[in-house]
Every structure is written in structure tokens, then in C-alpha cells.
């Protein structure tokens, strides 16, 4: 007789990430009683790609409801490369301004690297100029993006251990799989780490191995059951809209993995929606509030 498997636990990273914002709002009450002013992020968002919207209304939301100003400029899907730059220069010049976060993809994405790098290193909340990256690499103070800081939050806050343990990433991108390969790799998380990408052999052999799990690939199920070991955290960094005319949107979320199927298999897995993009924003919120203490710290 089969034995009788109990579902996964779920973490709940909506339920995290209203925990996290407690301890930011009282972080941002104590700023704004200190500063006189409340810590702001400023947001370029360029072109009216729908999903980029929605993120960009669901930070400053998060904003406004943690006690942090944001200011917005909009520009047009046709703004050129100097007016994006000066979008940039003038945040970096408001010192009322704390953070910035250019919104990404631009909708010339030749323009995103030099506009990253256009961003005032004392306001790279997002974590992408080269000078964030690199101190991560050195283990020196930075700004940490935010998705691998939420990821790190949620498994911390869920009682996962990761010293000794063996985590797979399946990703290897600038703003995911790479710096969380840094964080799990480092001290205090000591984890084991191998890092997966599109030119990985036999990549269930890899990710049958691990005991966490993350999937931040784009591609909805890219982590099928066969590739799960029984008992491994999964995390799900996929964020895909996939077509569903039962929605009023017309759309559906879905992850990178064949969340059905892992849900028997996993011990912990994260959902999606409401798993690592809420603990996303969430870090933004943190690291602005950062950005502000930092800056008064050292005018
Ligand atoms: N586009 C998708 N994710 C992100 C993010 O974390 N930061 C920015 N700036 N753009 C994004």
C-alpha cells in the first residue's frame, strides 16, 4: 500500500511580507519623526507595457501603505536615451529622493545599462548598478535586489535551514539566480550552491539533488514531479501570464513549476501568486527605508 503523503507546507509569502512591513512602517515612522520628511522612492517607468504598470502601481501602493513617498515620472514609449538619462539625473539631484528604481524592461532594452548605471549608487535600491553587484560579490554593505533578499527573507522566517543544505538554482539571471547565489553561498546561510541555466546537461539530475529548490526561469512548468526529490523546499520565482478567458483579465499567473503536481511532493513550496513577488515589493520597501537612514547617516 502506498504511504499517505500530506501536501507541502505552503509558504505564505503574503503573510511574510505583512510582517516585514510592520517592522518597515515603524522604521519609516521613526525616519520621518528624525528626518522631518518621509523616505521616498522615485520610479521611472518608460512606455505603457500593461505589466510594468501594474508593477509600478503595486510598489508605490506598497508605499503609501508603509508610510514611504514615492514620485513618479512617466515618460513616453518614444522618450529618447538623454531624456530617460535626465529622468534619472533629476531623482539623483532630489535629495528629497531616497531611492530610485528605473522600471524595467525599457522598451529599448539596448538604453538599460547605461541607465542602470546613470543611477546614483546611494540610491540603487533595485541593486543592479555594477558598484551594488560588486560589493555583493566582496561581501562589503550594499544594496542586495530585492527578489534574492526576499527569497532569503522567506526562508529564514519559515525555519529552512540552509547551512550544509544543497540549493539548485534554475536561472541564472542578473536580478534572481546570480545574486541569490551569492547569499545562499555566503556566510551566515552556508548552503552548497549550483547554479543552473540554459546550458546545464541533464538538469534533472541536478535539480533531483537539491534541497532547495528555486525555479526563476520565465517559463511555466519548467520543474515537472520527476524532478523533485520528496521532501525539498521549492521556491517559485516565475511570474508568466498564460491566457484563461474565465479571468476578467483575460489572464491567469502561473510560475515556473507544475505546482499540482509538487504540492505531494515538496515539504514547503511557495505559491503563485502570494509567494516570492509579494516579499519582491516588500524588499523594495526595506531597502528605501535603507537607502533614507544611510543617506542622513552620511549626507
Ligand atoms: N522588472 C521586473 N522585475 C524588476 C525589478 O525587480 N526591478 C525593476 N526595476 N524592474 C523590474
Same mark, same amino acid.
Request: aromatic share 2%; proline share 9%.
Given at each position: 500500500?502506498?504511504? &499517505?503523503?500530506?501536501?507541502?507546507?505552503?509558504?505564505?509569502?503574503?503573510?511574510?511580507?505583512? $510582517?516585514?512591513? %510592520?517592522?518597515?512602517?515603524?522604521? =519609516?515612522? #521613526?525616519?520621518?519623526?528624525? =528626518?522631518? /520628511?518621509?523616505?521616498?522612492?522615485?520610479? %521611472?517607468? %518608460?512606455?505603457?507595457?500593461?505589466?510594468?504598470?501594474?508593477?509600478?502601481?503595486?510598489?508605490?501602493?506598497?508605499?503609501?501603505?508603509?508610510?514611504?513617498?514615492?514620485?513618479?515620472? $512617466?515618460?513616453?514609449?518614444?522618450?529618447?536615451?538623454?531624456?530617460?538619462?535626465?529622468?534619472?539625473?533629476?531623482?539623483?539631484? #532630489? &535629495?528629497?529622493?531616497?531611492?530610485?528604481?528605473?522600471?524595467?524592461?525599457?522598451?529599448?532594452?539596448? +538604453?538599460?545599462?547605461? %541607465?542602470?548605471? =546613470?543611477?546614483? &549608487? $546611494?540610491?540603487?535600491?533595485?541593486?543592479?548598478?555594477?558598484?551594488? +553587484?560588486?560589493?555583493?560579490?566582496?561581501?562589503?554593505?550594499?544594496?542586495?535586489?530585492?527578489?534574492?533578499?526576499?527569497? +532569503?527573507?522567506?526562508?529564514?522566517?519559515?525555519?529552512? @535551514?540552509? /547551512?550544509?543544505?544543497?540549493?539548485?538554482?534554475?536561472?541564472?539571471?542578473?536580478?534572481?539566480?546570480?545574486?541569490?547565489?551569492?547569499?545562499?553561498? /555566503?556566510?551566515? $546561510?552556508?548552503?552548497?550552491?549550483?547554479?543552473?541555466?540554459?546550458?546545464?546537461?541533464?538538469?534533472? #539530475?541536478?535539480?533531483?539533488?537539491? #534541497?532547495?529548490?528555486?525555479?526563476?526561469?520565465?517559463?511555466?512548468?519548467?520543474?515537472? =514531479?520527476? +524532478?523533485?526529490?520528496?521532501?525539498?523546499?521549492?521556491?517559485?520565482?516565475?511570474?508568466?501570464?498564460?491566457?484563461?478567458?474565465?479571468?476578467?483579465?483575460?489572464?491567469?499567473?502561473?510560475?515556473?513549476?507544475?505546482?499540482?503536481?509538487?504540492?505531494?511532493?515538496?515539504?514547503?513550496?511557495?505559491?503563485? @501568486?502570494?509567494?516570492?513577488?509579494?516579499?519582491?515589493?516588500?524588499?523594495?520597501?526595506?531597502?528605501?527605508?535603507?537607502?533614507?537612514? /544611510?543617506?542622513?547617516?552620511?549626507?
Amino acid at each position: 500500500m502506498d504511504t &499517505p503523503r500530506t501536501d507541502a507546507r505552503l509558504l505564505d509569502g503574503k503573510a511574510i511580507a505583512a $510582517a516585514v512591513r %510592520v517592522e518597515v512602517a515603524a522604521g =519609516a515612522a #521613526d525616519f520621518a519623526a528624525r =528626518a522631518g /520628511r518621509p523616505a521616498s522612492l522615485g520610479v %521611472v517607468l %518608460v512606455g505603457d507595457n500593461s505589466a510594468s504598470r501594474s508593477y509600478v502601481t503595486g510598489k508605490e501602493k506598497a508605499c503609501a501603505e508603509c508610510g514611504l513617498a514615492s514620485r513618479e515620472l $512617466a515618460l513616453p514609449a518614444t522618450a529618447s536615451f538623454s531624456d530617460v538619462l535626465a529622468a534619472v539625473h533629476a531623482l539623483n539631484a #532630489d &535629495p528629497a529622493v531616497d531611492g530610485i528604481l528605473v522600471q524595467l524592461p525599457l522598451p529599448d532594452p539596448r +538604453m538599460e545599462q547605461a %541607465v542602470i548605471e =546613470a543611477i546614483d &549608487p $546611494a540610491k540603487d535600491v533595485d541593486g543592479f548598478h555594477p558598484l551594488s +553587484m560588486g560589493r555583493l560579490l566582496a561581501g562589503l554593505p550594499t544594496f542586495v535586489p530585492c527578489t534574492p533578499l526576499g527569497i +532569503m527573507e522567506i526562508l529564514a522566517r519559515s525555519g529552512i @535551514p540552509t /547551512r550544509g543544505a544543497h540549493a539548485v538554482i534554475v536561472g541564472r539571471s542578473h536580478i534572481v539566480g546570480r545574486p541569490l547565489s551569492i547569499l545562499l553561498s /555566503r556566510k551566515p $546561510a552556508d548552503a552548497t550552491v549550483t547554479l543552473c541555466h540554459t546550458a546545464t546537461r541533464d538538469l534533472a #539530475d541536478f535539480t533531483r539533488s537539491a #534541497d532547495i529548490l528555486v525555479a526563476a526561469v520565465g517559463r511555466p512548468l519548467t520543474i515537472t =514531479a520527476d +524532478m523533485v526529490r520528496p521532501g525539498a523546499t521549492v521556491i517559485d520565482v516565475g511570474v508568466n501570464r498564460i491566457p484563461d478567458p474565465s479571468r476578467p483579465r483575460g489572464y491567469r499567473l502561473v510560475g515556473d513549476i507544475d505546482y499540482p503536481a509538487l504540492l505531494p511532493i515538496a515539504s514547503a513550496i511557495t505559491p503563485v @501568486p502570494g509567494g516570492v513577488g509579494p516579499m519582491t515589493i516588500t524588499m523594495l520597501l526595506s531597502n528605501t527605508l535603507l537607502a533614507a537612514n /544611510r543617506r542622513t547617516a552620511n549626507p
